[in-house]
């Protein structure tokens, strides 16, 4: 993308997500590839699934790492039956996507940490909404006494005032009522979880075919271990290596840049081991189709849990 505030003005091109644009700006999109998804994410997930040959058509499938929904989109426009998605952010998933019955997002989930039950007791916290377990009764709010004053004072001997609540009703009712006030305020009131509408019959079987993924700030050598056992018999995981991430400080550049290619091979080879180790075999460790945001390469791993 590239941006200019007059049309006799050079043009300034977008080199970074943090790049600020002016308010007012002409915006041009130099191209309209980055447009088919909702970040640049589900292009290196779409190259992966080419390259991979993996097909997630029909599939229910785990997305870690699910920020504004990059990887998820690709994976619907790929057919996916479902995906459920795991960030440890918060409000970052686009809204078309919150909106999708296909897509289930849980927030503040930590992926290192993540195991079956915990992911279950997301996805209902997602697709839930909280309601009070005994909420007020409006209609039996007790009917003020002498209401036929709010009539104009007209009253005749046949006005039956038998029904009228007492005074020490009212009294009562405000007491109540006030109280429960208070302990609402107060986070006293016993809340129950109800299902969203529409949501009754979402499948939160925490047991996937295919888990794809893209994290920051952590080695994938800490996050695969929780997410092996969420894979069928047979399932496939295609994860996004970010090198700046699996390697330690005093290997990285300035900037956060990998410069030295001969440390991706050093990569490779601690992740294929660690996913050994797991009881998952490697079928391939491809190029990601794009750069990262940074300018870093970037490689998926392709593995398989055995059937």
């Not at 909280?130 to 004053?149: F, K, L, S």
């Not at 990998?258 to 992740?271: F, I, T």
Request: charged share 25%; hydrophobic share 40%; glycine share 10%.
């Amino acid at each position: 993308m590239q941006w200019r505030l007059a049309p006799t003005l050079p043009w300034n091109k977008v080199a970074k997500n943090g790049d600020e644009i002016p308010l007012g700006a002409e915006l041009q999109l130099l191209d309209a590839a980055e447009a088919k998804y909702l970040s640049r994410g589900g292009l290196k997930l779409e190259g992966a699934l080419a390259a991979s040959g993996v097909k997630v058509a029909g599939l229910r499938c785990l997305d870690v790492g699910q920020s504004t929904g990059g990887f998820t989109d690709c994976l619907l426009q790929a057919g996916a039956a479902q995906v459920i998605g795991v960030d440890v952010g918060q409000a970052q998933l686009h809204e078309r996507l919150r909106q999708d019955a296909r897509v289930i997002g849980c927030e503040g989930v930590n992926a290192r940490h993540l195991t079956a039950d915990a992911l279950v007791e997301a996805c209902e916290e997602a697709l839930s909404e909280r309601i009070e377990a005994d909420p007020d009764d409006n209609d039996t709010a007790p009917e003020a006494p002498y209401a036929w004053m709010r009539n104009g004072g007209m009253i005749d001997e046949a006005y039956d005032d038998s029904q009228d609540a007492k005074e020490h009703e009212i009294e009562a009712f405000k007491a109540e009522r006030a109280d429960k006030a208070r302990a609402r305020a107060e986070g006293r009131v016993t809340m129950l979880r109800r299902r969203l509408a529409g949501r009754e019959d979402d499948d939160l079987t925490p047991s996937f075919p295919f888990i794809t993924g893209d994290l920051s700030f952590i080695s994938l050598t800490l996050v695969l271990p929780a997410l092996a056992p969420l894979l069928t018999p047979g399932g496939e995981l295609l994860m996004l290596v970010k090198p700046q991430f699996e390697l330690q400080p005093g290997q990285v550049g300035k900037g956060g840049i990998v410069r030295d290619a001969q440390l991706y091979a050093q990569v490779e080879q601690r992740l294929r081991d660690c996913c050994a180790a797991l009881g998952l075999t490697v079928l391939g460790w491809l190029d990601s189709a794009i750069a990262g945001g940074d300018g870093n390469r970037e490689f998926f791993i392709h593995a398989r849990r055995a059937a």
